[in-house]
């Protein structure tokens, strides 16, 4: 189906464990996003990527790593997992960086770090 | 960094009574779009608004975006319960275009 998918839906790890959260998009856009959201904090940006090998820190990327290899994948790893990092985490995509285009959200990965 | 006041955090209103969030920036915006959370559930994009004291409506929903395009208010007439979720605000700009507003939190009782 056409669309956003992040994978997994949820996820439980211990504190030092590598984890990557998954995000895939059909519709070739251009324009990728990792968004965590926390009570308090709204959405914050850890990451984004313009295009392929394209990405670029946003507002808290430290802990983060993401790749962009093909254009409808974009991975997020947590290289050592901390409590602080237990959160959802949504990944987004849209066609342009023109500011007339909404984001199309994923349905989010729940992270529990232990 | 870029301030992005959302006003108020949560309203609780009874079913019916009117709601209104408010979204404030302390620099000029080309644009701003507002998005919907519900409970659960991922953000979902409602609307962009671009000029100076603009006004779009989507049913009882009525996006404004100030004169001087550094705010801009989302307001709901007669509230329903399927209304309930957070509000969110998405500035746009060439430096602000990633950032979001914290969300207000709507809680509707009927």
């Keep these: 189906d056409a669309g956003i998918t992040q994978s997994p839906r949820y996820k439980i790890t211990e504190t030092g464990r590598q984890v990557t959260l998954m995000c895939h998009q059909t519709w070739s856009h251009s324009y990728m996003f990792w968004y965590r959201q926390d009570l308090g904090h709204g959405l914050r940006l850890i990451y984004y990527s313009a295009a392929a090998d394209i990405t670029d820190k946003g507002e808290v990327p430290d802990g983060y790593v993401v790749s962009r290899s093909k254009t409808e994948n974009f991975p997020l790893t947590l290289e050592s997992a901390t409590r602080s990092q237990t959160s959802v985490y949504f990944c987004a995509s849209s066609e342009s960086d023109r500011d007339f285009d909404g984001y199309t959200f994923g349905s989010g990965t729940r992270l529990t770090v232990v | ?110």
């Excluded at chain 2, 302390?26 to 519900?38: C, F, G, V």
């Excluded at chain 2, 659960?40 to 603009?54: A, C, D, M, N, W």
């Excluded at chain 2, 009882?60 to 309930?84: C, P």
């Design chain 2, 1 to 110: 960094g870029q301030q992005v006041m959302q006003i108020p955090q949560y309203q609780h209103v009874q079913e019916g009574e009117d709601f209104t969030t408010y979204c404030n920036s302390s620099t000029t915006l080309s644009n701003i779009q507002w998005y919907k959370q519900r409970p659960g559930g991922h953000p979902v994009f409602l609307i962009q608004l671009v000029k100076s004291g603009e006004v779009k409506k989507q049913k009882r929903l009525t996006f404004q975006f100030g004169e001087a395009k550094k705010n801009s208010s989302l307001h709901i007439t007669a509230t329903q319960t399927t209304d309930v979720g957070t509000y969110f605000c998405r500035l746009g700009g060439a430096t602000n275009k990633l950032i979001f507003g914290t969300g207000t939190l709507l809680a509707v009782q009927p």
